[in-house]
């Protein structure tokens, strides 16, 4: 089981490479890799068990995260409301955004990083929306269009397959500049 000792913070040099793809069909090791980053996600998400075991809630956890350098992530963005479906959930693998909108993204309240252990303020500029094609776990390929949330969620996590943080999308100078076709996501 995943725990916040687990998971590297910034400063470790994972967080900064660029990850290797990940072969098929997966090995047992990340395989079980793959369970224990959702499992991790889910268990913070319930309060209960993020209470239990010291848990920072997360919806993305990226293996680089735990220190495996390997491009795969966990995603689990929940569904509004009790007993809803989440909006999004798998593990992706190998992901690469084949094509995105030119108007940008950012969450009105920033983001934040279970390796980044301090608030860093500001819009971390994305794209709104993309299309991202994926392996899941049974090494099926997926292409899917997503918007809003899950687009930023999902941009977070595949950027630190390629050893980039949040906040380097942050404008230093002005960090809430927004130009004007900005749409800020709550
Ligand atoms: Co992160």
Redesign the pocket.
């Known amino acids: 089981m995943i725990k916040m000792r687990d998971i590297i913070r910034e400063g470790n040099e994972t967080l900064r490479a660029e990850a290797k793809p990940v072969k098929f069909p997966l090995s047992d090791q990340d395989q079980q890799l793959a369970n224990d980053m959702m499992a991790y996600l889910e268990n913070s998400q319930d309060p209960e068990l993020a209470k239990k075991y010291g848990l920072r809630a997360g919806v993305?956890l990226?293996a680089p995260?735990v220190d495996v350098s390997e491009q795969m992530a966990a995603v689990l963005v929940p569904g509004e409301g009790e007993n809803a479906e989440p909006v999004f959930k798998d593990v992706i693998i190998n992901p690469v955004i084949v094509s995105h909108s030119v108007q940008p993204g950012a969450l009105t309240e920033g983001e934040g990083?279970?390796?980044?252990d301090r608030d860093i303020p500001g819009y971390v500029i994305r794209h709104d929306r993309i299309t991202l094609r994926y392996y899941n776990m049974a090494g099926e390929q997926k292409k899917i269009r997503l918007k809003n949330y899950p687009a930023i969620v999902c941009q977070?996590?595949i950027d630190?397959l390629h050893g980039i943080l949040?906040y380097d999308h942050i404008d230093g100078n002005s960090p809430f500049n927004a130009d004007d076709d900005l749409v800020l996501i709550s």
Request: with cysteine.
């Open positions: 993305g990226a995260q990083c279970l390796s980044v977070h996590e630190h949040f």
